[in-house]
């Protein structure tokens, strides 16, 4: 899944990047839901551990063009974990009371703490994102948030977070098809907001803002993936697959922690059977 890692400095240009990329699966949609079934158990094992051992904090950032799919990974992907140890934290137009602050204010406070897994959807990203689009702080102020974002990740990595952040990345025409999709079906309107059909026309200046946002924040400490998103389940397996690897690159063990087992079994009036 390294093909997908934006190097530390790379100019991206979203355009070479392909959306409906299915890897080593050439669209071979049945293997692929194979192997996402093999990884979401895996992942969650591996999160059962990361919960017991209670030593590592794990941080997922989920950013994408309205119908990209943040939701589904969720469902998706994390459909087996333990809830105890797993967090979802979204980000939405701030309060009055978050506009008060700075942009890290309510962020800081959703990271995740010893053994715990937290998946942003949305994130610190709307701030050099939707903010920018929108004209919401002068540039000044928006231009210097790249290397403020990058030193704020960078102490939480030192400080012992691991960062994961995906960008998943569709293109205007699967969203047309997800848009209309959604307007077919009745149970899907509650998706349907008639705001995102404004932000669809500023298609052009959100790839632009994302594609500064992915090669200026892109580091050794919190790397960016582009996932190619348009087909759900490869979109599901790479962010999968990268789980799997990161945490079992933590080399996680629950020691033996108790001493007199047998002294506290004969308290229990010896043997289980
Ligand atoms: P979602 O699309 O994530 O399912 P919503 O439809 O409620 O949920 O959208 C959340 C909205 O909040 C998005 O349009 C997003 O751009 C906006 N938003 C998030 N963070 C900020 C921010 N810092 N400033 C302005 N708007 C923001």
Not at 92 to 103: N, R, S
Not at 143 to 163: C, H, P, S, V, W
């Amino acid at each position: 899944m390294e093909r997908y890692r934006v190097k530390p400095g790379d100019k991206v240009d979203l355009d070479k990047w392909d959306s409906q990329d299915t890897g080593a699966y050439q669209g071979n949609k049945s293997d692929g839901k194979d192997r996402l079934e093999e990884l979401t158990a895996e992942l969650e094992e591996l999160q059962e551990l990361l919960f017991a051992e209670n030593k590592h904090k794990v941080l997922v950032v989920l950013q994408g063009m309205d119908t990209s799919g943040k939701d589904g990974v969720i469902r998706h992907v994390f459909e087996g974990v333990n809830p105890q140890g797993v967090r979802v934290a979204g980000f939405k137009v701030p309060t009055p009371q978050e506009l008060a602050h700075d942009y890290f204010w309510r962020v800081h406070q959703q990271v995740p703490g010893n053994g715990e897994i937290v998946i942003f959807n949305r994130s610190h990203y709307e701030d050099v994102l939707v903010v920018r689009v929108h004209g919401l702080v002068p540039p000044a102020r928006w231009k210097k948030r790249y290397d403020q974002i990058n030193a704020f990740e960078k102490m939480l990595a030192e400080e012992g977070t691991t960062i994961l952040k995906f960008f998943l990345h569709v293109d205007p025409e699967e969203q047309r098809q997800r848009l209309l999709a959604r307007l077919d079906d009745p149970s899907k309107h509650w998706k349907f907001n008639p705001g995102d059909l404004k932000e669809r026309e500023r298609w052009g200046e959100y790839q632009q803002a994302y594609e500064d946002a992915l090669g200026k924040t892109s580091t050794a400490w919190a790397p960016w993936y582009i996932v190619p998103a348009n087909k759900k389940w490869y979109r599901n397996l790479v962010i999968a697959s990268v789980l799997v690897e990161t945490l079992k690159g933590f080399d996680m063990k629950l020691e033996a922690q108790l001493e007199d087992v047998p002294g506290l079994k004969a308290q229990l009036g010896g043997s289980s059977d």
